[in-house]
């Protein structure tokens, strides 16, 4: 890559941010597609600081992350109808000066489930959180037709999510991360972990006890540090099908690379950037 004047800027929003695979993903699509342009990471006060960043600077777009997707929201311009009902951004555009924001992390969930033959209609799935990521994760299963409950340790901000959704999409569940056993009945069931728990250094636990897992079932968790966490490598042994966190952060960051500049992603160049970052992260 070749830096001068005339270098496009591109960035990551959050706190923490520095720990992000996002710049390795797209310096590289950048370079791969021949775009004068860099992406870096950056730790704002508030999310009204990143919006007067990305005006004052010029920058072109930006991805959002935790804990900034929702209170984003009430700073930038415009926002996109699904992000809207989803409540919840993680990605900004700049138009000359106009930012709109987008939410991308659905559209990679169902991408990187649809990668490894899982379908949706009428299928139950378990939504293990009620954050930001929850929030798109479960809206794009609704959307695709699945049938969703909400499980998480507090069972007020499961319930509050599960209203949320269900003002879009009438029916959905929610309970207690405990009752999990007794509500995974389907042969299959699809369980979705969007918490941290399993997230590097505390690679020894787990969010779910894994014992109720059994062969039909889908695991997905979007933990991507380590890359097979204690639920993956548990849900593997039972005999289930597992999906990887890398490959939903893969497909959410090729739909954020389309929406800033209209151009295809390399995804082989973009899944490759990502395998060398998480395999350099695991030997250090």
Known sequence: ???????????????????????????????????????????????????????????????????????IIDAIDEIDPIAEKIGSVNTLVNRSGNITGYNTDGFGAIRALQAEGVTFPGRKAYVIGNGGSARAIAFSLLEEKSLVAILGRDERKSARLAHDLSRHFPGVESGHISSIAEKIPEDDAIIINTTPVGMFPDIGSCPIDPSPLSAGHTVFDIVYSPVRTRLIESAGAAGCKTVLGSEMLLYQGARQFELWTSSQAPIATMRAALASALANREIR
């Open 1 to 71: 890559m070749t830096i001068d004047s005339h270098t496009a800027l591109y960035c990551v929003f959050g706190r923490p941010a520095r720990h992000s695979l996002s710049p390795a993903i797209h310096n590289a699509a950048f370079e791969k597609n021949g775009i004068n342009a860099v992406y870096l990471a950056f730790e704002p006060e508030r999310a009204i600081d990143a919006v007067r960043a990305v005006r004052s600077l010029g920058i072109n777009g930006a991805s959002v992350t935790i804990p900034f997707k929702t209170e």
